[in-house]
């Protein structure tokens, strides 16, 4: 479910850092307040066990198959919501630096829609409410299974719909839900069972380090309906913003379009096209093979914006010169490599 | 993971680049590469200039760095490989139909190896505890870095433990795939309240070693002249790769030459 760098626009992952950042800042002065700085060493060591205990095969009776722990509703229910999803974030940032899961830009996506859900909607609408009245078994099995399901799937969904803001990819909306949602329905049940059976242990082993988590008021005195109100304000508001993005330009927020067959640039007023085309024309046996092509498809190119016409005179420059940038990347990089390695050797 | 914090201890001009100044190039390298659109193929191509060199003056074993790209190719293979299944229009490229979906495809790939290998590299150049400093210096509130060196120190620990563990239980329960169902909940809870009791220990021993809730980076030598060449020029070429295709020109100056 982590979303790559490569799958998002510069927008949309901003957008997402942006509203990240701002989650993370409030659950920072949330624990601030609390002045339990003893949850530091807590929240560190629980980030490291989700890594650890991701590499456990829970193996699905009756499948064959095994499922992995994602670990976002376990933190929220051990930690509380705000411990919780720093420590989601924590995990998040090693895993797209070290392993490159999930990326740099894509990591607000990626805490929003790992972190957010699980410790700021299913766990306290969900597991807070069925475990009011005071924990069993079958509460923290319900409880459990019910946020780790809701979780999964506003999670996928945002996937969904911050791909398609995106524009990264084709798949059509329709397609994608009914893609995304069924697989997080499998996940998400692995999901809660695992959970569960976690969360069941630690209440019969321990139960005070879950009535620990379990007093901490998810909201503090905040009401339900702050809370509904601003969850509501910030959806318009992102909304907003990203509609603003998606119409300043049909195409995304791509800053221009002809790139494939790279003309639209080349006909700009600049020494670079001019020095070129003299040169090419001076070398050249058929002068006009190329830029005349390019000016061809700059009309055909604004007609159609989505894909502009390729033709075979700039897609031969496009493969020769693709080819010989290639080379003149590998063969850098190999010419430094061999003086330093003549380097330690005359100095050695 | 290991292999990462040994070559961040190298020292090479990279390496000694303001880690800060590292991080905003690495930004500012994948905002560009991810802003190209969907099609673009070739005008992607320059960037791999960037990985190229760093791997070079870092004076970084490409081997084993590849090959933890490679493992994280199978995730976008999934998602890009779709691409094909819905777009199925055809294009011309140099006399050779292709149906766009692979054009997308590609296009995605490429994308995801120059952005994987830059955040990895990012990390391979600079190492954690450098990491953790520039992100205090971008203001990072000092719970959310601490708590993320330690996530990131007791990662290795608490694998080796889960690993033995699972060794242990693989070895008492031949030909079994995985865990079974009744034991999930002992297995991962018996490491579960380990972990807790880990905590307390490291806990009380920070407070005997005078923690206070502060956390120091040790020293950080200021921006130097050099740092901020060093970004300007790298986001001075991206930014130029972005706005000219570099190839389609080489290209053409090239088959113009040779006809």
Known sequence: MHMADALISPAVGGTMLATTAGVAAYSIKKLQNELDEKKIPLMGVMGAFVFAAQMINFSIPGTGSSGHLGGGMLLAILLGPYAGFLTMASILLIQALFFGDGGLLAYGCNVFNLGFYTCFIAYPFIYKWITRKGVTSKRIFAGSMASALVALQLGAFSVVLETLLSRKTELPFEKFVLLMQPIHLAIGIVEGLVTAAIITFVWRARPDILEKAANEEAFGNISMKKVLTALSIAVVVVGGLFSWFASANPDGLEWSIEKTAGTAELEAPDGIHETLSEIQSKTALLPDYDFKASENEKTAGQAENAWPAVNAGTSVSGIVGGALTLALAVFTGWGIMLIKRKKIKTTA | ?259
């Open chain 2, 1 to 259: 993971m290991r292999l990462l914090d040994d070559l961040a201890r190298k020292e090479t001009f990279i390496h000694r680049i303001h880690p800060l100044i590292k991080l905003l190039t690495t930004v500012v390298y994948l905002t560009v590469v991810v802003s190209f659109e969907r099609y673009e193929i070739i005008g992607l191509l320059p960037f791999i200039f960037y990985p190229i060199l760093i791997f070079a003056f870092a004076e970084l074993p490409v081997a084993p760095i590849l090959k933890m790209i490679l493992l994280i190719e199978p995730f976008i293979i999934g998602i890009g490989i779709l691409n094909p299944l819905f777009d199925h229009s055809k294009v011309l490229f140099g006399g050779i139909a292709i149906s766009k979906g692979w054009v997308t495809f590609l296009s995605i790939l490429i994308k995801c190896s120059l952005t994987v290998t830059a955040s990895i590299l990012l990390i391979a150049t600079t190492g954690m505890d450098r990491f953790a400093a520039a992100l205090r210096m971008l203001k990072i509130p000092k719970i959310f870095v601490l708590q993320l060196l330690l996530t990131y120190r007791y990662i290795s620990v608490l694998i080796e433990e889960v690993s033995r563990m699972i060794r242990a239980y693989s070895l008492r329960a031949l030909g079994q795939k995985g865990l079974k169902w009744s034991a999930w909940g002992s297995f991962a809870g018996q490491i579960l309240l380990r972990t807790f009791e880990r905590a307390e220990r490291v806990y009380q021993a920070m407070n005997l070693r005078g923690f206070t809730g502060e956390y120091y980076t040790g020293d950080i030598a200021k921006l130097s002249f050099q740092d901020l060449a060093y970004f300007a020029g790298w986001s001075l070429f991206f930014i130029i790769a972005r706005i000219y295709n570099i190839p389609i020109l080489i290209g053409s100056l090239f088959t113009g030459v040779m006809r």
